[in-house]
C-alpha cells in the first residue's frame, strides 16, 4: 500500500467575486463552487502543482469537466462508490453536507446516471466491498492502483 501514500489533494484557489470574475474571462477553470462571499477554484496550475511533484492528484469536482481533462491528455481515474440505504449509515463518520440520508441516496443515483454518458471507463465499488470509512477509503486506494495498470480508452468523437 506504499504507492497508495503518492496521493495530493488538489487545493483549488480562493477567490473574492471580482477575481472570479476578472480570471474567468481569461482562463477556463476546471470547477469552482461559490462559497459565500468567495469562490474556490481549480485550474490547471493547481494540477500541474501536484504532477510535478510526482503525485497524483485528487480532485474534487463534478463529472462536467471530464471532458476538459481529457481534452487536456489528463485522465482521471474515476471511482464510483455505489450507495444505498444500506451503506449510507456507515458515512455518518463523514463530514458530508446533506439534507438527510434518502437525498443522499437520491442523489447518488443520479451521479450514476451521468457516469454513463462520459467518455471515459469508471470503476464502481459495490457496497458490499467495504464495511466502513477507514476501510473505504483503503478500498479506494486500492482500486486506483488497479485502475493505474489498465489501458486508457477515450471515446475521441465524444470530446
Keep these: 500500500m506504499g504507492a497508495a501514500m503518492d496521493f495530493n489533494i488538489c487545493k483549488p484557489d480562493t477567490l473574492s467575486k471580482e477575481e472570479f470574475h476578472l480570471k474567468q474571462k481569461v482562463e477556463a477553470f476546471i470547477h469552482y463552487k461559490e462559497k ?9 496550475e493547481n494540477i500541474e502543482a501536484v504532477a510535478a511533484k510526482g503525485k497524483h492528484c485528487l480532485l474534487e469536482a463534478e463529472l462536467s469537466c471530464v471532458k476538459d481533462l481529457l481534452r487536456r491528455e489528463i485522465y482521471p481515474i474515476i ?9 449510507v449509515k456507515k458515512l455518518r463518520k463523514l463530514p458530508l453536507r446533506v439534507e438527510s440520508e434518502d437525498n443522499f441516496v437520491r442523489l447518488c443515483r443520479a451521479k450514476e446516471k451521468e457516469l454513463e454518458v462520459i467518455p471515459c471507463l469508471y470503476t464502481t465499488l459495490e457496497p458490499e466491498s467495504w464495511t466502513g ?14 485502475e493505474q495498470k489498465k489501458t486508457i480508452w477515450v471515446e475521441q468523437d465524444l470530446l
Design 36 to 44: 459565500q462571499s468567495t469562490f474556490e477554484c481549480i485550474t490547471w
Design 79 to 87: 471511482v464510483y462508490v455505489k450507495i444505498c440505504e444500506k451503506n
Design 133 to 146: 470509512t477507514e476501510d473505504l477509503i483503503g478500498v479506494i486506494k486500492d482500486r486506483i492502483l488497479e
